[in-house]
């Protein structure tokens, strides 16, 4: 079965400064990878998603996720975030049929 | 909005009860899934259907019960629960078949067992 590790479970960083969240998982063929985000009292809603093509994608608000396959690696971005992006994000993976595999989430807190 | 309704949103009940949870998609998928989501653990992926049909049973105690009675409509049928099945349980839904599709959830039923 996947396993999907996220590190860092909780983050905490000032307005302006960079974010990166870690995502590993563990199956070695192809696989297609998300990140979903749940902001306080939200449903859980894409980020962005990596299926083939380029590596790096680019999500919805500025973040972005690059796919580093030899290191079973997808981790996610934002160059400068935003009080707004206080919210729980989550990796998930699934090797091409309908079972996703989640990581533990990160809680990230936006301090203005 | 994602698509994807789910009621109740909250859930107080018994350990003698019953009741149900119901899920509703307007996206046109044929995949439909239930995951509960509790405190400090990855989302638990419990039941899954495709076309209507069970396709993933992840070792789901037998107090919970899952219903598909079309593409549209997933529910979920409690009895007998413990407090440890205390979280929030997310409806998810997919176009379904093979391929990895992503997947739209609702906005969940947080489901207390006192």
């Known amino acids: 079965a996947q396993s999907v590790s996220q590190h860092n479970h909780h983050v905490i960083l000032s307005e302006a400064a960079s974010l990166e969240l870690g995502c590993n998982y563990s199956y070695g063929g192809t696989v297609n990878l998300f990140w979903y985000v749940q902001y306080p009292g939200q449903h859980l809603q894409l980020l962005l998603k990596?299926?083939?093509?380029?590596?790096l994608v680019k999500g919805i608000k500025g973040f972005e996720a690059e796919f580093i396959k030899s290191k079973f690696s997808f981790n996610l971005r934002k160059p400068s975030v935003q009080w707004s992006d206080t919210a729980e994000y989550f990796c998930?993976?699934?090797?091409?049929?309908?079972?996703?595999?989640f990581g533990k989430g990160n809680q990230v807190v936006v301090i203005p | 909005e994602t698509g994807v309704t789910q009621t109740p949103r909250h859930l107080v009940m018994g350990m003698t009860n019953k009741k149900s949870l119901k899920c509703e998609q307007h996206l046109g998928h044929n995949a439909m899934y239930w995951y509960k989501q509790s405190a400090k653990k990855p989302l638990e992926l419990m039941f899954v259907?495709?076309?209507?049909?069970?396709?993933e049973n992840n070792s789901v105690p037998s107090r919970f019960s899952p219903e598909c009675p079309n593409s549209s409509h997933l529910f979920l049928h409690l009895h007998t629960l413990q407090p440890e099945d205390s979280a929030l349980y997310l409806c998810a839904s997919s176009q379904g078949g093979q391929g990895g599709h992503e997947q739209y959830f609702g906005p969940g039923t947080r489901l207390t067992v006192t």
């Open positions: 259907y495709n076309f209507k049909e069970q396709t």
């Open positions: 998930a993976v699934n090797d091409g049929n309908n079972r996703l595999a």
């Open positions: 990596y299926f083939s093509g380029d590596p």
